[in-house]
């Protein structure tokens, strides 16, 4: 089954903990990226990947990291967690960046992270 | 960078209306402009999308439109149904980037 996973589903750390959240999607594809959603900000972009060891940031890139050295995997990365980053996380996968490879975005199911 | 309005916030129809939401975007150079509906709890799903070279697209109860001399677009749901209920997001993406940015989202009711 085509799908694009997030690990975990909910996470409560405290401030200044690092932690990853993994993304992995099996649909071979090369565009990935994070979103943050938070309530009357709709979802904003945090970084996104055209391929394999090509990242750029999105309009939120403040306090985050990404790596992609799989096709496959897009882990979004808090150095140094605080509480402005408590939100809704999505990853999203497609086919690739050009115009038509973004015309469908594939979303996971979300990471709800509360940092205290 | 792009910016995308998104209006109104919220919307309230009687079963079997219709709901209009617009999104004014900023950057001309935008090409395509999805729409996404997300449901209370669950992932965002693309419901329908339009290329800048179109000024209308439908699908069954669905449409939308875009104007870009004036740089909005708009979603159009027809006879609606308690299951349209949902947050509804738009997006314009393109001008030689790979950003996405999307509008603030309406969350649309559908009184039975």
């Known amino acids: 089954e085509a799908q694009v996973t997030q690990n975990p589903r909910y996470l409560i750390t405290v401030t200044g903990k690092k932690l990853t959240v993994t993304c992995s999607q099996n649909?071979?594809?090369?565009?990935m990226s994070w979103y943050r959603q938070d309530p009357g900000l709709g979802l904003r972009q945090i970084y996104y990947?055209?391929?394999?060891?090509?990242?750029d940031k999105g309009d939120v890139p403040e306090g985050y990291k990404v790596s992609r050295k799989e096709k496959r995997n897009f882990p979004l990365i808090l150095e140094s967690p605080s509480p402005n980053q408590t939100s809704l996380y999505f990853c999203?996968?497609?086919?690739?960046?050009?115009?038509?490879?973004?015309?469908?975005?594939?979303f996971g199911p979300g990471t709800r992270l509360l940092v205290l | 960078g792009e910016n995308v309005e998104q209006h109104p916030s919220t919307l309230s129809v009687q079963e079997g209306d219709s709901a209009v939401i617009k999104c004014t975007y900023s950057?001309?150079?935008?090409?395509?402009f999805p729409w996404y509906k997300q449901e209370l709890g669950k992932r965002p799903q693309l419901i329908i999308d339009?290329?800048?070279?179109?000024g209308e697209k439908k699908d069954q109860r669905i449409a939308v439109t875009l104007n870009k001399t004036a740089k909005h677009f708009s979603l159009h749901i027809t006879e609606t149904q308690p299951e349209d209920s949902a947050v509804y997001f738009c997006?314009?993406?393109?001008?030689?980037?790979?950003?996405?940015?999307f509008g603030t989202g309406t969350k649309l009711q559908v009184i039975p």
């Open positions: 999203a996968s497609s086919l690739s960046g050009g115009l038509a490879g973004l015309e469908t975005q594939y």
């Open positions: 649909m071979n594809h090369e565009y």
């Open positions: 990947s055209m391929n394999v060891e090509v990242t």
């Open positions: 950057d001309s150079a935008s090409n395509y």
């Open positions: 339009i290329r800048s070279n179109v």
């Open positions: 997006a314009a993406i393109g001008g030689g980037y790979q950003k996405v940015t």
